[in-house]
């Protein structure tokens, strides 16, 4: 299957920008994703982009698109200890095949 | 409220009883999805559907069965369970119309098999 790579940790001090990274690679993808998971819970919707797409930005969020070198980021601005969760990346093929990487757990210190 | 709703949360069971997992949504979407998440692997696509009576395998569905026989209802069915299927299993829904194309996800049911 398709492989998608996310970095593990990534720890930030509060009011700083977060950005997470995340590879794949099959370029055929449909839609890419960002979703949160706070302990306990399940996944949160957080943006998604169609691949067609360069960048898409939602109020903190900044999502860009690599499609060339097949490299999807997610910025969040003014990072705050409340944003501190595991994030993942999740791509799209076919309009209904997903897969996702194994989470970057995100680290806000006061 | 709209929402996926999985049960039960909790399951602990023992190897080779049969056993299923409910979802349901009450958006009337038309996608559903099953996942399951492991410590390091992320979320891994066991089966989805895109309507009724519509269903397709995703990345890992050996050992699985699925139905949907109506569309807010999305079972995820173990016919012999084993330790290897201890996981947490996610269901998840979607409208997938321009703007509302994302999955809504249920809180998760946590599985042990022993």
């Known amino acids: 299957g398709e492989d998608v790579e996310q970095s593990l940790f990534l720890s930030v001090r509060e009011g700083d920008s977060s950005v997470i990274n995340c590879t794949y690679t099959?370029?055929?993808?449909?839609?890419l994703y960002w979703y949160k998971q706070e302990p306990g819970a399940g996944l949160q919707l957080l943006t998604y982009?169609?691949?067609?797409?360069d960048m898409k930005q939602d109020q903190r969020l900044t999502v860009l698109l690599n499609k060339k070198d097949k490299h999807l980021s997610l910025r969040i601005a003014d990072t705050q200890t409340g944003d501190s969760a595991i994030y993942f990346c999740?791509?799209?093929?076919?309009?209904?095949?997903?897969?996702f990487g194994s989470g970057t757990k995100l680290n806000v210190k006061p | 409220e709209a929402q996926v709703t999985q049960n039960p949360r909790y399951l602990i069971t023992v190897t080779g009883k049969k056993l299923t997992v409910t979802c349901s949504q009450n958006?009337?979407?038309?996608?559903m999805s099953w996942y399951r998440q492991d410590p390091g692997l992320g979320l891994r696509q066991i089966y989805y559907?895109?309507?009724?009576?519509?269903?397709d395998k995703g990345d890992v569905p050996e050992g699985y069965k699925v139905s949907r026989k109506e569309k807010r209802n999305f079972p995820l069915i173990l016919e012999s369970p084993s330790p290897n299927q201890t996981s947490l299993y996610f269901c998840?829904?979607?409208?997938?119309?321009?703007?509302?194309?994302?999955?809504?996800f249920g809180s998760g049911t946590r599985l042990t098999v022993v």
């Open positions: 958006m009337n979407h038309e996608y």
């Open positions: 982009i169609f691949s067609n797409m």
């Open positions: 998840a829904s979607s409208l997938k119309t321009a703007a509302n194309y994302g999955y809504t």
């Open positions: 099959d370029s055929s993808s449909t839609y």
């Open positions: 559907s895109m309507n009724v009576e519509v269903t």
């Open positions: 999740a791509v799209e093929y076919n309009f209904n095949k997903f897969y």
